[in-house]
């Protein structure tokens, strides 16, 4: 079946580039996101990867995606302290209404 | 300006008692969801709808009911028989063709007390 992961964790330094892994196991996904969620708030879509992309750069945000190992990164670059939030990757197929998401890893960004 | 909206933010629920939660967007999307969020994990789909007067299950639908009578609102209804229902409950809207561009609401905080 279907299903995403992620590490649950990651801390770094202000300024420094942030990395947060996925991988997934539905190679018919033709779709992959990233989601970030603040603190008792919603999740706001923050970019997505066409599958047969490589890589999608947007400003701070770089996505890899290797389609081989089904593994999918978020890269943020001078990463800032309000960038400390829960960060969902998700996927969907073409067949399906739903999102499926990981289990979001949090990220917290030190002064 | 377009979005969202969940109300209340914060809800509380004796046992037994069932409880509605409210969602509404204004942006013209004829998809609609609801995700259960505990801590630690990430969503589950409870419910979704297509169109109007139109839904579907998701993963853990027992225990919830919804209606879409209307474009703009997706109301989820918690009941008595949801043996766990304290949780994080979100709302999203999509347009049929960008099922993963998913708008949220800002959630609602679900207390059984």
């Known amino acids: 079946g279907e299903d995403v992961e992620q590490s649950l964790f990651l801390s770094v330094r202000e300024g420094d580039s942030s990395v947060i892994n996925c991988t997934y196991t539905?190679?018919?996904?033709?779709?992959l996101y990233w989601y970030k969620q603040e603190p008792g708030a919603g999740l706001q879509l923050l970019t997505y990867i066409f599958s047969n992309m490589d890589m999608k750069q947007d400003q701070r945000l770089t996505v890899l995606l290797n389609k081989k190992d089904k593994h999918l990164s978020l890269r943020i670059a001078d990463t800032q302290t309000g960038d400390s939030a829960i960060y969902f990757c998700a996927e969907t197929e073409d067949s399906s209404y739903k999102l499926i998401f990981g289990s979001g890893t949090r990220l917290l960004v030190r002064p | 300006d377009g979005g969202i909206t969940q109300s209340p933010k914060y809800l509380f629920r004796k046992e037994g008692q069932n409880v509605t939660l409210s969602c509404e967007q204004n942006l013209n999307h004829d998809a609609m969801y609801w995700y259960r969020q505990d801590p630690g994990q990430g969503l589950r789909l409870i419910y979704y709808?297509?169109?109007?007067?139109?839904?579907q299950k998701g993963d853990i639908a027992e225990g919830y009911s919804v209606s879409r009578e209307k474009k703009e609102s997706f109301p989820l209804t918690v009941t008595s028989a949801q043996k766990n229902p304290t949780a994080f409950y979100l709302c999203?809207?999509?347009?049929?063709?960008?099922?993963?561009?998913?708008?949220f609401g800002q959630g609602t905080r679900l207390t059984v007390v």
């Open positions: 709808s297509q169109i109007v007067n139109d839904f």
């Open positions: 539905d190679s018919s996904s033709t779709y």
């Open positions: 999203a809207s999509s347009m049929s063709n960008k099922r993963g561009e998913a708008f």
